[in-house]
C-alpha cells in the first residue's frame, strides 16, 4: 500500500498500488477519443511497484517498475474513493421524498408547457431536474393525440420499444393480459416487475374520456421505503432481501423475473427502486415455508403505508397534459371508470434517463 498525503487537507489515505497504475489517466493508458481504457489488466505486471514518487501541488508524479511514467490529479484520487462517495451520497440534497401534502406544496415545479420546452434547453433542464427531484411531473398544453404525445415526450428522452411497442394507445379492449387494459380497479403498482430491467420512466396521457371514475394517484415510494424503515425495520429488512417472482404471460411472450421489492444500493444503502406489484406475482417459491409468515407480514405493513390516504396523491388527468414519472420510485393506480376512455403512454429506460440528468449536471 502507497501512504498519500494531500497537500490542502493534510488527509491521508493508503492506496493500493495496482489500483494507482490501473488509474493512470495518461494517453497511453486512456483513449481520449473514448474514454475507455486502451489495455487489459492481464497487460500490467502483477507486481507492478512504484520506484519513484514525486508531489509537486496537487500533482502526484510516479514512476513504475514497468518502466512507465504516470501524473495524478490528487483530487481525482482523493474523491475516487468508497470513502468520499458514501460522505457524498450522505449529504445529497437532489431528492425530496413526499406525500401528499408536500407534492401539493410543489405542483408548481412540476408543471411544464409544451411551448416552452419545445423552444428552451433550460425549461428541459428543470424539467429533468424536477422529475430527479421529486420522480413525477408534467407537460402540458399538449394536443390529445398519440403523435403529440409521442413529439412532447422525444424532446427530452429517447423511448424504450418493449413488446407493448414505443408508444401505446390502450382502453378497455384486451389487446394484452393485463389489468390496466379493463375498466376495472388498478391499485398502486410500478409496472415491469416481470422484466429484468424494468423501465426507468413511465408517461401517461389521458387522449379522451367521455365517462366517469378513472380518478389516478400516484405514491412516492421513496416517503414509504423512509416511512416503512423507520417504523417496522425488520419488515424493512425483509423486503430488501427476499426475492420476488414476477411473470408476465399472453400469447407469444412469457416474461419473468425474481428480485427483492426494496433494491438498496449495497455500497451506500441509499433508496434504488421499488418492485411493488401484486398483480404481476409469480408462484411464490423463492424462500422456505417456514420464513413465508415473517415475509407476508413484512409486506402487509408496506402496504398499509403505500394505501394510507396521506401517502396518496389522487387527480384527474385531462386531455392535454402528460404525466411523466419515475418507474423506479413512484407508484400509480386508478380507479375503475365508466363510458369510453383511451390512454396513451410510453416508457423510458432508466439508463437514458440517467444518463441526461448527467449530461445536464443533475447528478454524478
Known amino acids: 500500500m502507497l501512504l498519500l498525503k494531500h497537500p490542502k487537507t493534510s488527509q491521508l489515505i493508503e492506496i493500493n498500488e495496482f489500483w494507482l497504475r490501473d488509474h493512470c ?17 492481464l497487460d500490467l505486471p502483477a507486481d507492478v511497484m512504484p520506484l519513484d514518487v514525486k508531489y509537486e501541488g ?36 437532489n431528492l425530496t421524498p413526499w406525500n401528499r401534502s408536500i407534492i401539493l406544496q410543489n405542483e408548481r415545479h412540476l408543471r411544464f408547457p409544451l411551448p416552452q420546452l419545445v423552444s428552451s434547453d433550460n ?14 411531473v408534467f407537460i402540458d398544453d399538449v394536443a390529445p393525440t398519440a403523435n403529440m404525445t409521442e413529439l412532447a ?33 388498478l391499485g398502486s403498482h410500478t409496472d415491469n416487475t416481470y422484466f429484468c430491467d424494468a423501465a426507468g420512466l413511465q408517461a401517461l396521457h ?22 416503512l424503515k423507520r417504523r417496522y425495520p425488520a ?33 451506500t444503502q441509499e433508496f434504488v427502486q421499488l418492485r411493488l406489484n401484486v398483480y ?24 398499509l403505508i403505500v394505501k394510507d390516504n396521506q401517502e396518496q396523491w389522487a387527480l384527474k388527468l385531462l386531455p392535454g397534459s402528460i404525466v411523466l414519472f419515475d418507474n423506479w420510485r413512484v407508484l400509480h393506480g386508478r380507479e375503475a371508470y ?27
Open 206 to 227: 389521458c387522449i379522451e374520456h367521455s365517462g366517469s371514475g378513472g380518478e389516478n394517484f400516484f405514491v412516492d415510494g421513496l416517503h414509504v421505503v423512509h416511512e
Open 153 to 185: 415526450l422525444r424532446r427530452v428522452f429517447p423511448l424504450m420499444k418493449t413488446f407493448f411497442g414505443e408508444m401505446w394507445t390502450f382502453s378497455d379492449n384486451p389487446d394484452h393480459a393485463d389489468t390496466a387494459y379493463t375498466k376495472l380497479y
Open 58 to 93: 496537487l500533482n502526484l508524479q510516479v514512476h513504475w517498475s514497468d518502466a512507465h511514467q504516470s501524473n495524478y490529479d490528487l483530487d481525482f484520487i482523493f474523491n475516487s474513493q468508497l470513502e468520499r462517495l458514501i460522505d457524498r451520497r450522505s449529504k445529497s440534497t
Open 280 to 303: 404481476d406475482r409469480a408462484v411464490f417459491n423463492t424462500i422456505p415455508q417456514a420464513e413465508m409468515a415473517e415475509f407476508y407480514d413484512s409486506l402487509r405493513q408496506l402496504l
Open 235 to 267: 419488515a424493512y429488512d425483509v423486503l430488501c432481501r427476499v426475492q420476488v417472482p414476477g411473470e408476465y404471460i399472453e400469447k407469444g411472450e412469457q416474461h419473468y423475473h425474481t428480485a427483492p421489492i426494496i433494491q438498496v444500493n449495497p455500497l
Open 25 to 41: 489517466r495518461c494517453g497511453e493508458c486512456l483513449n481520449f477519443e473514448t474514454n475507455q481504457r486502451r489495455y487489459d489488466v
Open 123 to 136: 425549461e428541459v433542464r428543470s424539467l429533468v431536474e424536477s422529475l430527479v427531484r421529486y420522480g413525477i
Open 338 to 364: 365508466t363510458g369510453s376512455r383511451t390512454m396513451s403512454g410510453s416508457y423510458v429506460q432508466r439508463t437514458d434517463f440517467l444518463s441526461k440528468a448527467r449530461v445536464l449536471g443533475i447528478i454524478d
